[in-house]
């Protein structure tokens, strides 16, 4: 059954733009209320956002859904997309939303829905709530004595702040160490760097004056390089790179050097087997993870297991067979042992948890192996689906045939935005430029 509002991660668009307005908001309260108000307890939502400017708008209609089909909300603020799903357990909430876009720019918004598990909302479930929403709405409203109440939750920050440190190892402390955290003028500008400062570090700060704005503009995990500099100029021992909604982390080192999610993920997974804490065998990643990251585990006698692209076929995997350790390259770090879905501040500390036990530089612990030679570009279209063309089809044969078995090819469109992604990978980096440069050469002739 084909999906109207919901893609790859929750509901997402441009601000006032259908499907991200406030009327299809309010339906979405209102349908996804309607699902989870189940007994005759006080059922409750909580509801978490960024720091985008059409997140007043969408979080207004939001409480006006869910309190009319008899859901009392509780208003987060600013809050990290983990943050929200921590606090929907631990609140003892029956539905979880988190309002943003994620990395994307300010003008895009999006909505994201967990379960009182904490983890997102299954394929049927969004489909159910599709279903309410393009249907007769006067059944989905809660009886005049029934109306849900809303109101803020002043104490959210502290308790994720207390969580996120109680992952760490016991005794554990960042005394003596410089940190640079760009917040990306998103959701965690407030309690990340409260965080590591409340573990002993020095912290310097980037992208916490989010205006509405500027979330994602020239900083973050997207946007490394002022990070990077700021990293040298202080001499700082690391610099953490948060997106906008802080479910992903990338890491500098002292040089100022970028350390991708499957370097993360190799110093976690093998730190973890170390301690007996590794479950699942290995590391479950996506089909965009560095072939030299499996050829690293394999060395250490583990499994890399990967899926599609999407943190929350990651989780699915994870959950499935036992894994605790998984994620993607651009940053996603998921860590069941402690969090439904990614979360940057926590892999981060994870990180930092291990240079402090070390006493090594991050340039040494965070560089386990040699990536392949790797070309991602991306390919913007307006309409159709460029990759059902004859040509394109014949030109990535072409290309899997030259690339063999010393490499791979993933092609795939974008669940959030009208873009083709091409990836290649091999121990020729000549080869793998080509290669790419072909199938995009090819792309952009029929996307035009």
């Known amino acids: 059954m084909s999906r109207k509002y919901f893609g790859t991660d929750g509901i997402r668009g441009l601000a006032n733009s259908s499907p ?16 989870f108000v189940n007994g005759d307890h006080r059922h409750r939502v909580v509801i978490g956002k960024d720091t985008r400017l059409s997140g007043y708008m969408i979080e207004s209609a939001l409480v006006t859904g869910f309190t009319a089909a008899g859901m009392d ?24 939303v988190m309002i943003s876009a994620s990395h994307n720019p300010y003008e895009d918004n999006g909505i994201k829905l967990f379960g009182p598990d904490g983890y997102k909302l299954s394929d049927q479930k969004e489909l ?31 308790r994720y702040i207390e969580f996120a440190k109680r992952t760490l190892p016991r005794n554990i402390r960042f005394d003596g160490l410089r940190v640079v955290v760009d917040c990306a003028n998103g959701a965690a500008y407030q309690v990340a760097p409260a965080a590591l400062w409340e573990l002993g570090a020095e912290v310097i700060t980037l992208g916490v004056e989010p205006n509405g704005f500027n979330i994602n503009k020239d900083c973050g995990s997207t946007a490394p390089k002022i990070l990077c500099e700021k990293v040298r100029e202080m001499r700082a021992d690391i610099g953490i790179a948060l997106d906008g909604d802080a479910d992903r982390v990338l890491i500098t080192d002292e040089t100022g050097q970028v350390i991708d999610g499957d370097q993360l993920m190799a110093v976690v997974a093998e730190s973890w087997l170390q301690r007996g804490r590794l479950s699942g065998g290995g590391v479950v990643a996506t089909v965009m993870s ?21 943190d929350r076929y990651v989780v699915e995997y994870m959950r499935q067979h036992g894994y605790n350790v998984g994620g993607e390259q651009s940053g996603h770090i998921v860590l069941s042992d402690f969090a439904t879905t990614g979360d940057g501040l926590v892999a981060a500390l994870q990180i930092l948890s291990v240079v402090v036990q070390s006493g090594k530089p991050v340039s040494e612990i965070c560089n386990r192996f040699n990536p392949l030679p790797q070309v991602l570009k991306n390919v913007r279209y307006k309409q159709g689906q460029p990759l059902d063309d004859e040509t394109v089809r014949q030109v990535i044969s072409n290309s899997k045939d030259k690339l063999g078995k010393q490499g791979r090819l993933v092609i795939r469109p ?34 035009a």
């Open 20 to 35: 991200m307005t406030s009327e299809i908001a309010m339906k979405v309260g209102m349908a996804a209320g309607k699902i």
């Open 73 to 96: 909300v509780f208003q987060l603020g600013p809050m990290p997309t983990p943050a929200v799903a921590m606090l929907t357990r631990s609140l003892r909430a029956d539905l979880g």
């Open 414 to 447: 974008s669940g959030t935005e009208s873009v083709i992604r091409v990836m290649a990978e091999g121990d020729d980096a000549k080869l793998v430029g080509t290669v790419v440069k072909d199938i995009v050469t090819v792309l952009r002739s029929v996307a």
């Open 128 to 158: 159910e709530i599709e279903a309410l929403i393009d249907g007769d709405l006067a059944p989905l409203l809660a009886p005049p004595a029934d109306i849900g109440r809303a109101k803020r939750i002043d104490s959210a920050q502290e």
């Open 290 to 310: 560095n072939l030299g990251f499996e050829r690293y585990l394999e060395g250490l006698g583990l499994k890399l297991a990967r899926t599609p692209v999407g």
